[in-house]
């Protein structure tokens, strides 16, 4: 995996599972593949824990997983601005972690992730690895699956979303995860290139994945969605269609670079992807002193779209943040799920081992409330009804999403209902416990919704 470069330093603050009887094989099977390669007790974060909602459980497909490069020539680089403020171009290589649908041969070993994030200077990047499912280079299972691509937090690495990016990939998608590469956070100046890159380079690769992929028989070109996390969910939320406003400070870009992206000029357009049917955007930044879209430019989005939020996020304000988006959002049939509580580590695999002694890399990953591994599963459930609904078509995931009592402690499940302790409901009346959640296991959640206006 690449190493992040040593001179960044971005604060971590700012930006075996209960299966159905039809599904303990594939269990067993997905046991086998990762244990033998797995060199410390921990199971793979893509595997929900055992009161983990429905459908986080993994589907049927095993995950294979491969890296490409892909070169987007003749970009300006904002952050090489000579001193008179000429900004120069060069050839952008983006590097791209794919997980897909595999057939791995018999006895192949599933990969262990290996990468680094930002310590506390003056401590050097912190190392740390994660067990995997998937197997490197499997050959793919044969048809055209629906295309995810994901756009990981500032400073962030893609493998530290593998909870998301293998659970997925089980399910029949192709998950092309981007590995931006981040200066530091704290200068403006700097901070400048990923508010001109994320949405440019979500949309470059989604429409290069669209092609080359689409040729090698992998995809579907015209299913294509966005998930992006903190950063990322600026990125995906402007790649869907939220209009830059030409006077925010996106447009402040040394060399006004930017400017031709936004609303109203000539580029806007190469910046939304296209055969989007869906966006989810977790603790998502752009709002707040941002103001990157002003008043109407979320106002673009016509895709279904899925915020998850914690309302306590210290880093990315709820209120003006993904709240806010929900309210103007309005042309999109939308949904916002609230941790209540929670903060803005909502997006990233539990603690590894190595991130866990220190409070500043444990923080990368843990919320200060809300346990890791329920996040995930609660995240992994949301999203899998959410993408097989608008992405697949499938119409049963409706009842997982739409006509919910919107606060989860309010529900009921009268005790008459309940012999078994680990119930699970099936959001029929009288019992009002969302569909797919767990009796007893379940609290803390708020899920809004709204359909599109003209």
């Avoid at 030409?246 to 806007?268: C, E, K």
Wanted: no cysteine; charged share 15%; net charge negative.
């Amino acid at each position: 995996m690449a190493r992040r470069d040593p001179r960044l330093r971005t604060p971590p603050g700012h930006l075996l599972p209960m299966l159905h009887s039809h599904h303990r094989p594939l269990l067993a099977l997905w046991a086998g593949l990762f244990v033998a390669a797995t060199a410390w007790a921990a199971a793979p974060p893509s595997i929900p824990p055992i009161d983990a909602p429905e459908l986080a459980a993994l589907g049927p497909d095993r995950v294979g997983v491969r890296t490409i490069e892909l070169v987007d020539p003749d970009q300006y680089d904002v952050l090489a601005a000579d001193a008179a403020g000429v900004v120069p171009k060069h050839d952008r290589h983006i590097v791209v972690d794919i997980w897909y649908p595999a057939h791995p041969a018999a006895g192949a070993q599933a990969e262990n992730y290996a990468d680094e994030l930002v310590s506390e200077e003056p401590a050097p990047p912190a190392h740390f690895t994660v067990p995997g499912l998937a197997v490197r280079g499997a050959p793919a299972v044969a048809g055209r699956h629906p295309l995810v691509i994901v756009s990981h937090g500032y400073s962030n690495v893609t493998v530290a979303l593998s909870w998301l990016t293998e659970n997925l990939a089980s399910k029949g998608y192709v998950v092309a995860a981007i590995r931006h590469v981040d200066p530091m956070i704290g200068n403006r100046s700097t901070f400048a290139g990923p508010l001109l890159r994320r949405p440019l380079d979500i949309a470059f690769v989604a429409r290069t994945l669209s092609h080359s992929l689409d040729t090698e028989g992998l995809i579907d070109p015209t299913r294509v969605a966005l998930v992006g996390y903190s950063m990322g969910g600026y990125g995906v939320l402007t790649a869907a269609g939220a209009a830059l406003d030409p006077a925010g400070p996106a447009n402040l870009v040394v060399g006004g670079v930017m400017l031709p992206y936004a609303a109203g000029h000539p580029l806007a357009a190469s910046l939304v992807v296209p055969h989007l049917k869906a966006v989810v955007a977790l603790a998502p930044a752009g709002g707040g002193t941002l103001h990157v879209w002003g008043d109407h430019g979320i106002e673009g989005i016509k895709a279904p779209l899925l915020l998850i939020a914690g309302d306590h996020d210290l880093t990315v304000n709820y209120g003006t943040g993904a709240h806010d988006f929900f309210e103007h959002a309005v042309h999109a049939p939308r949904y916002l799920l609230t941790f209540l509580g929670g903060g803005h580590g909502i997006g990233l695999d539990p603690a590894p081992p190595e991130m866990t002694s220190d409070l500043w890399n444990f923080s990368w990953f843990e919320d200060p409330l809300w346990r890791k591994d329920k996040i995930i599963a609660i995240n992994t459930h949301m999203i899998t009804a959410f993408l097989d609904r608008y992405v697949k078509g499938d119409e049963t995931r409706a009842a997982y999403l739409d006509g919910l009592v919107p606060r989860i402690d309010d529900t009921t499940w009268p005790a008459e209902l309940a012999p078994r302790f680990d119930m699970t409901s099936t959001g029929t009346a009288p019992v009002t416990l969302w569909k797919g959640f767990k009796r007893r296991f379940s609290t803390g959640l708020e899920l809004l919704t709204a359909p599109a206006t003209p």
